[in-house]
């Protein structure tokens, strides 16, 4: 059944932030101000790449008003930030890599003053080869970004004999996909209020994925103990893993402590652009191969990701990538090699969908072309190749088990799209005959958690706090995916509470447990397994404490909206309030747990999967090479849906998002130099865009005995649209995409009624 | 050394206005951005800043009843105008129309572009209370939003246009 | 430096003339130091983006009476600098008389920014997306200046290499012939704005055509006005395209010329989103399309007169 308002029934609630949202009271942690806060300015590099030769803070320092300046000089603890490995500079030393590199920060009385602060400071600059293209990066007499090279990461996987599978192919494909520098473009740029506590704490109020690793990394860089820093990072406008890694916070931190006095930075768009993460550019080249009957033998692959300047997290998202390009099919034999390359181009990092993006692309470009080569239909084709239940995962590793591959390639066959489709290729279309239509389709298996090798820790707390509210306190954040209406409706329809029963405590380091990080893919299934493991104690510790404050046998109890009930009648018997009462303190369970992986010695393998299918129409302008997106269908197999509003959202979100990459955005570079410096050029999709047929249909269907329950559906949907649309295109024109966004001269024909040939030179 | 072009006092003119019903006098610049005095002056952050040249539509807000970006008018602009934030849009408790459905739809997720985007289909319904899907193309290019792929913006402003009175042909549903 | 913030700079002085002599001698008296502002959307963006510094003055044009408005006069619709491209759009004689130049404006930006920038900052942008079809209209533009009043051909005005700097005036209207094609007897007129961007809304343009004439009983084609601009061109009439169209029939061998000719002629500033060979081939195709749709094939095609190439 389609998944929409109808559908979902009284399933579909008003998210408890709603009210807030509508009526623009709810204050994001960029609209914090307080009375004698200062404004604090980030000094970032002019150029790509140079050596600093001299930075002059005194003239800056002089100006009244101005209450600090700070350089690489006035970082008390670790210089460096970076989720993985810390090796981007708070402050430059020496010398800057890419355009965004911060040289120094000042705090003013105004934000104009902090402004022109900016322009007083003096900084030499011994401009050096800019190192723009990661593949001539990696030749041995290319510039070096370190002393130890280029390389940021190499990931290669094996598995049979390629060469000898290819000398047994009869088609072989090979193709060399590219895909953009994407920008997360969050409406809510980058930015906080920093306080220093009259108990010479610090509090951070400033958007992130993971406010505990913020606290550790800011911990590392003011050379503090974690526990004299609280970190407030909820509510948050928009974040795609783009706000995960640290942004102005050290710079918020470093400014404040040294003024003694509240700091707040908000970054204009400019410099979010400038600073900010994007998704890796990546090309990924591929040679695939199948015999006579169209059974793949052989499949290699060689990705170069472009890092910029900096680790973060490339190292994984390229092992997320080695992963996906491997994907839901059987092969005979594998290789895939892949580089991750630093450049003074844009810090490239977390996005949603994690490099599975990139390499779905790729990976469904063959599974198109081997299937036209074969004269297959494709999506026949796919299926011929797909693993099968109780087979191990894309790198040879023990996964759990579904059937989710399966299951969302027979919605898609049974679709109303695809039925359309075929109806479609006997109807004589009337359309002028510059308009041509396609449908085409895509198959998605996307791995879920961090993965092997990387701590993934999960946890959360119920308490029956002393005002009678049952507090839910989890590590997570909100930053728009309906994190905060998930808890709320799994604590009401698992335990069942009353939503008026609740307090839901997120995003403050002071008043959480650490659940880890609000990041791939993994809130909601944590928050489900957390809450499962919670049930039994905390419902035994309530019903207990009940039956001793009425006198009642504990089997008579049940927890019900309120308060505690009669197990026969549902009668009210005491409410939460008056239990909390009864209580000497607080009745809290608590769990800490971590996500399930996969047992293999292969770091970053995944062991739950979603598994999703797109299919899409779309019309082709060959006047002016223009796609536009007609209808799409999805189907998504990730076990129950915990928040029908929330999963329809976040597949249409990622959808819109993944419309962008396909068709429109590039935070296009030229030596190093972003092009791209606002929303004027740099363009996410309109609601003209997106205002076609849309229908999600979620598969929640999970083996029996499987234990994981919901899987997330966060990124899933920002990932098989492009490869389906690339397909879509090829339907109605017969040209091949491999570049993305899709340029629309490859679509450019010339009007058939010129009939006279006319050769333009 | 300050600059003196700094330190000379701008010349600041007193911006008299009507913002939420509510008559204003402040002393700004004339130049001032009303997003600015919004947010800073009155503190009235339900106006969002996010582009700061009129791409996205955060920071919208109605001058005289149109939607106008905040961020690209200067104070001398709204000399004696108008102006209405989404503050004022439920300015005695009650939401209006269209904040009522973009709650019941989910027209909203991370909820930053959403007082833009809900000011700006309040005017729209107001001139034109039963717009095409290319009418509400039209009048909505201007309010980005990331999070929702339009979806539930979509249902919101068409049930919110269902809501006004007349039926409506609605938006071709898949199901 | 990039310059971010108004305030870093003085923030400007606004000065509010009531009559255009009274702004023209503002000007004159501030040089360089200022700025006339209409609408300020686009001054605000290049100074947002750094592209512009903020200037000591503003010249607000937007108290000056007589500046806005659309009415007829003297055989033309005319149209007052300083109306928003919303009230154009809005306007029924603007509706009825210039339908291309108000499918052009509905192409600009989004509402709320075309409810306050004006039709005269489009145009004195040079590179603005109503020019095009301005120019297929035949419009012309009155200028107040320290010489009075002048009025001159856009298309004139806009193939001046480099507008003279220090000449102070200010544009009070454009003024669009309201044509002879009623005495035409039976003559078919057609018009066409098309705009290709990155994107299908708000978008900066790539290619902009616009193009009007008519087709005489016997199936010639006269009267004909071909424009093209698109990004940081300044559109230009594509004149011999026209000449080569004038007095014959939209035939096989005429729209092949013409695709020849536009592709040769439409010479679009660089941009670095489009390859220049794109822009003209999309340029050609959508002009000999749209002459195409004038033929019986193109009717029955589905090629519906002045409507959008989609």
């Known amino acids: ?761 | 050394m300050i600059d003196p072009k700094l330190a000379s006092a701008a010349e600041t003119f007193t911006l008299q206005c009507v913002i939420n019903k509510r008559p204003v006098s402040v002393d700004v610049p004339p130049a001032k951005r009303l997003l600015c005095i919004l947010r800073e002056d009155l503190h009235l952050t339900g106006t969002k800043r996010s582009c700061d040249i009129g791409r996205c539509g955060a920071c919208m807000v109605l001058v005289d009843g149109k939607p106008v970006n905040s961020c690209l008018t200067m104070a001398y602009q709204c000399q004696g105008k108008n102006i209405t934030t989404i503050e004022g849009l439920a300015a005695d408790g009650a939401l209006n129309r269209v904040q009522k459905c973009f709650l019941e739809e989910g027209g909203y997720q991370c909820g930053y572009c959403t007082p833009g985007m809900i000011v700006t289909v309040t005017a729209l319904l107001n001139k034109n209370p039963e717009p095409s899907m290319a009418e509400i193309e039209e009048a909505l290019s201007g309010n980005l939003c990331r999070c929702t792929g339009y979806g539930g913006i979509i249902r919101s402003v068409l049930k919110a246009a269902e809501q006004g009175g007349r039926r409506h042909a609605g938006r071709h549903e898949s199901a | 430096m990039v310059l971010r913030h108004e305030e870093i700079l003085q923030s400007p002085s606004v000065w509010r003339p009531r009559t255009p002599e009274e702004a023209v001698a503002r000007k004159r008296a501030l040089g360089a130091d200022a700025v006339f502002a209409a609408g300020g959307t686009l001054l605000r963006t290049r100074w947002e983006a750094g592209t512009e510094a903020i200037p000591r003055h503003l010249i607000d044009l937007g108290s000056i009476e007589g500046l806005s408005g659309i009415w007829l006069q003297d055989g033309d619709l005319a149209i007052g600098a300083l109306t928003a491209l919303d009230d154009c759009l809005n306007d029924p004689l603007l509706g009825r008389h210039a339908p291309i130049v108000a499918q052009a404006i509905r192409t600009i930006a989004g509402w709320s920014v075309r409810n306050v920038a004006t039709i005269g900052g489009n145009i004195v942008s040079r590179t603005g997306d109503s020019l095009p079809a301005l120019l297929a209209a035949d419009a012309s533009l009155v200028w107040i200046g320290e010489d009075g009043e002048r009025t001159e051909k856009l298309a004139d005005w806009l193939s001046e290499p480099i507008p003279d700097r220090a000449r102070v005036r200010l544009l009070a209207q454009v003024r669009i012939p309201l044509g002879g094609d009623d005495s035409i007897a039976n003559a078919k007129r057609f018009f066409a704005f098309h705009k290709v961007g990155r994107r299908e809304a708000f978008t900066p343009s790539l290619v902009t055509v616009a193009l009007c004439g008519s087709l005489e009983p016997d199936g010639r084609l006269t009267g004909i006005r071909i424009s093209a601009g698109g990004g940081q061109t300044v559109p230009a009439r594509l004149k011999r395209a026209e000449e080569l169209l004038t007095g014959r029939m939209p035939d096989p061998d005429a729209l092949g010329e013409v695709y020849e000719q536009v592709a040769a002629d439409y010479a679009p500033a660089p941009d670095p989103f489009a390859p220049d060979m794109y822009r003209k081939l999309t340029a050609a195709n959508l002009v000999v399309t749209e002459l195409w749709k004038l033929t019986a094939a193109g009717e029955a095609a589905g090629g519906k007169e002045g409507a959008p190439c989609r």
């Open chain 1, 1 to 761: 059944m389609p998944l929409n308002r109808t559908t979902s029934g009284d399933r579909w609630r008003v998210r408890p932030d709603g009210p807030d949202k509508v009526t623009g009271r709810l204050p994001y942690l960029t609209d914090l101000s307080l009375p004698g806060m200062l404004h604090g300015r980030v000094l970032r590099s002019p150029y790509p790449h140079a050596r600093i030769v001299s930075i002059r803070t005194e003239k800056a320092k002089a100006i009244p008003g101005v209450c600090a300046v700070l350089t690489s000089a006035d970082v008390p603890g670790l210089n460096r930030f970076g989720i993985a490995r810390p090796d981007q500079p708070v402050f430059c030393e020496d010398r800057v890599r890419f355009i965004g590199d911060a040289v120094a920060a000042v705090a003013a009385e105004t934000e104009a003053l902090a402004a022109y602060a900016l322009t007083q400071i003096e900084v030499d600059y011994e401009p050096l080869p800019v190192v723009d293209d990661p593949e001539s990066a990696l030749s041995p007499d290319s510039v070096k970004l370190f002393e130890h090279g280029n390389v940021l990461h190499r990931s290669d996987y094996g598995c049979g004999d390629v060469e000898a599978g290819f000398a047994a192919c009869r088609h072989i494909v090979e193709e060399t996909y590219s895909t953009p520098r994407q920008m997360h473009t969050y409406m809510e740029t980058e930015g906080g209020l920093f306080v220093p506590e009259p108990n010479g704490r610090l509090t951070v109020y400033a958007p992130t994925q993971h406010g505990f690793m913020d606290r550790m990394q800011l911990a590392r860089i003011l050379n503090r103990p974690e526990a004299d820093i609280r970190v407030v990072s909820s509510p948050i406008g928009g974040s795609f893993g783009g706000k995960d890694e640290l942004n102005v916070q050290p710079y918020g931190a470093l400014l404040a402590l040294a003024c003694g006095r509240p700091v707040k930075l908000h970054n204009s768009r400019w410099e979010s652009v400038r600073a900010g993460l994007k998704r890796h550019p990546m090309k990924i080249t591929m040679k695939t191969g199948t015999d006579e009957h169209g059974r793949l033998l052989a499949h290699q692959v060689r990705i170069v990701s472009d890092a910029g300047p900096y680790s973060t997290l490339s190292a994984e998202v390229l092992n997320f990538a080695v992963e996906h390009v491997i994907g839901p099919y059987r092969f005979g034999a594998v290789k895939v090699e892949s580089v991750s390359v630093f450049t003074n181009n844009g810090m490239s990092g977390e996005f949603r969908g994690f490099g599975g993006n990139q390499a779905i692309f790729a990976l469904e470009g063959q599974m198109d072309r081997l299937a036209e080569k074969l004269g297959i239909d494709p999506w026949t084709f796919r299926l011929m190749n797909m693993r099968q239940p109780g087979d191990p995962g894309p790198l040879g590793q023990p996964i759990a088990q579904t059937d989710g591959a399966r299951q969302v390639w027979e919605a898609l066959a049974d679709c109303r799209l695809w039925k359309e489709k075929a109806a479609a290729g006997n109807r004589s279309e009337t359309r002028p005959p510059w308009i041509k239509t396609g449908y085409g389709a895509a198959l998605v298996m996307h791995g879920a958690g961090l993965g092997v090798g990387i701590p993934d820790p999960a946890g959360g707390r119920l308490t029956l706090a002393g005002d009678g509210k049952i507090e839910a306190a989890f590590g997570y954040e909100e930053f728009g995916q309906g994190l905060i209406a998930s808890l709320e409706q799994m604590l009401i329809e698992q335990f069942g509470f009353d939503a008026q029963d609740l307090r839901i405590v997120i995003g403050d380091t002071d008043a959480v447990p650490d659940s880890g990080s609000s990041t791939a893919s993994r809130a909601t299934s944590m928050m489900w397994q957390a809450l499962k493991r919670l049930h039994p104690p905390f419902a035994t510790a309530l019903r207990k404490q009940a039956s001793r404050a009425l006198g009642v046998g504990m089997e008579k109890l049940v927890l019900g909206r309120g308060g505690i009930r009669d197990a026969e009648s549902g009668s009210l018997l005491i409410s939460y309030g008056e239990l909390a009462k009864t209580a000497s303190e607080p009745i809290v369970a608590e769990t800490k747990f971590a996500y399930p992986t996969s047992p293999v010695d292969r770091v970053g393998a995944h062991y739950l999967y979603t598994y999703a299918s797109v299919a899409v129409k779309v019309e082709v302008n060959t006047l002016t090479g223009r796609v536009k997106l007609l209808d799409q269908f999805h189907a998504v197999a990730a076990g129950p849906v915990v928040n029908p509003q929330g999963y329809l959202g976040q597949i249409e979100g990622g959808s819109g998002m993944a419309l962008g990459f396909a068709l429109t955005e590039d935070a296009v570079m030229d030596k190093g130099m972003y092009l791209t410096r606002n929303l004027d050029t740099y363009l996410i999709p309109t609601i003209a865009e997106l205002s076609g047929g849309f229908e999600v249909l979620p598969i929640e269907e999970l083996p029996e005995g499987d234990k994981h329950g919901p899987r997330g559906v966060g990124e899933i949907g920002s990932v098989g649209l492009a490869p389906a649309i690339a397909a879509a295109v090829h339907d109605a024109v017969g040209k091949r995409v491999n570049k993305l966004p899709i340029d629309p001269a490859l679509l450019l024909e010339k009007p058939v009624f010129l009939n006279k040939a006319v050769e333009w030179r």
